[in-house]
C-alpha cells in the first residue's frame, strides 16, 4: 500500500469556522491531488499540487485554498466552513511520467461534518 | 474535454452470477483507463488498469478491455462472490496535464449469498 495517510480522518465543526485538512506521504510523489466525495457525483478535483509551492485549482475550488511547503504534506484549509463543503474529502498522489506509473493511490479520506 | 460515464447502480447479484459494469468515456488525448473499488468507510483501490488500445487488464478475476473504437473499458467478472459488495469506479488519467484523472460516478454492487 502506498503510504498516505490523512488527518484528521474524522471531523464535525461549525459554520463559519477554519478547518485544515492535511495530507502526508511517504512515496516522495511529485503529484498530489485532493477531491471530495458526494453521492451520485463520484469524486471531484479541488485542487492539485505538482510540486512544492506548485499548485492549482479544479473543478470545484471555491471556499478551498491549499498549500504545499514539503513534498511529502498537501494542507486543504476550509476558509469559512459552510454546510455545502460536509463531504468526505480524500487526498492522493501520483508520480509524474507516462504509462503504468500514471496511477494515482489515495488515502483513506476524512469525514468532515459542518453543522 | 474530458469526461466518465458509467451505468447507474446499485447492481444486486447472487453469487456466482456474471458481472458487467459498464463504463463509456470522451477524451481529448490517449488517456489510461482505470477502474478503482471502494469498500465502506476505506479509501479508492486500484483494482486493475489498461495504457493503450486493446490492452487488457485484470486483477482478483476481473477483467477489463480498451477498446478504442467504442471508447469503452467495461468492467467484467464470472462469477461474484458476496466479498465483492464495494462501489466501482472507472476513471481516465489525462497524463499530459499533470495526470489528473476524470473519476465515474460510481456503481454500487451488492452481491447476496
Known amino acids: 500500500d502506498a503510504g498516505i495517510t490523512q488527518s484528521p480522518r474524522h471531523k464535525v465543526t461549525e459554520t463559519g469556522t477554519p478547518v485544515t485538512l492535511r495530507c502526508h506521504q511517504t512515496e516522495n510523489h511529485r503529484y498530489m491531488y485532493w477531491y471530495r466525495q458526494d453521492p451520485g457525483h463520484g469524486l471531484r478535483l479541488i485542487h492539485y499540487?505538482?510540486?512544492?509551492?506548485?499548485?492549482d485549482k479544479g473543478e470545484v475550488s471555491d471556499g478551498y485554498s491549499v498549500s504545499r511547503s514539503k513534498t511529502e504534506d498537501f494542507l486543504l484549509t476550509l476558509e469559512s466552513a459552510t454546510s455545502s463543503q460536509t463531504s468526505v474529502y480524500f487526498c492522493a498522489i501520483s508520480e509524474s511520467g507516462s504509462g503504468d506509473i500514471q496511477t494515482q493511490y489515495f488515502g483513506p479520506g476524512t469525514r468532515l461534518l459542518v453543522l | 474535454g474530458n469526461s466518465v460515464t458509467q451505468m447507474e447502480g446499485p447492481v444486486t447479484l447472487s453469487e456466482e452470477a456474471f458481472l458487467t459494469i459498464n463504463c463509456t468515456y470522451t477524451?481529448?488525448?490517449?488517456?489510461?483507463l482505470f477502474w478503482y473499488v471502494q469498500y465502506p468507510g476505506e479509501g479508492l483501490q486500484l483494482l486493475l488498469k489498461?495504457?493503450?488500445?486493446?490492452d487488457k487488464g485484470s486483477n482478483k478475476g476481473f477483467e477489463a478491455t480498451y477498446r478504442k473504437e467504442t471508447t469503452s473499458f467495461h468492467l467484467e467478472k464470472g462469477s461474484v462472490q458476496v466479498s465483492d459488495s464495494a462501489v466501482y469506479f472507472c476513471a481516465l488519467s489525462d497524463q499530459g496535464n499533470f495526470n489528473k484523472f476524470y473519476f465515474g460516478s460510481g456503481t454500487k454492487l451488492n452481491v447476496k449469498p
Open positions: 489498461a495504457t493503450k488500445a486493446d
Open positions: 477524451a481529448t488525448g490517449y488517456p489510461s
Open positions: 499540487s505538482y510540486g512544492v509551492k506548485d499548485t
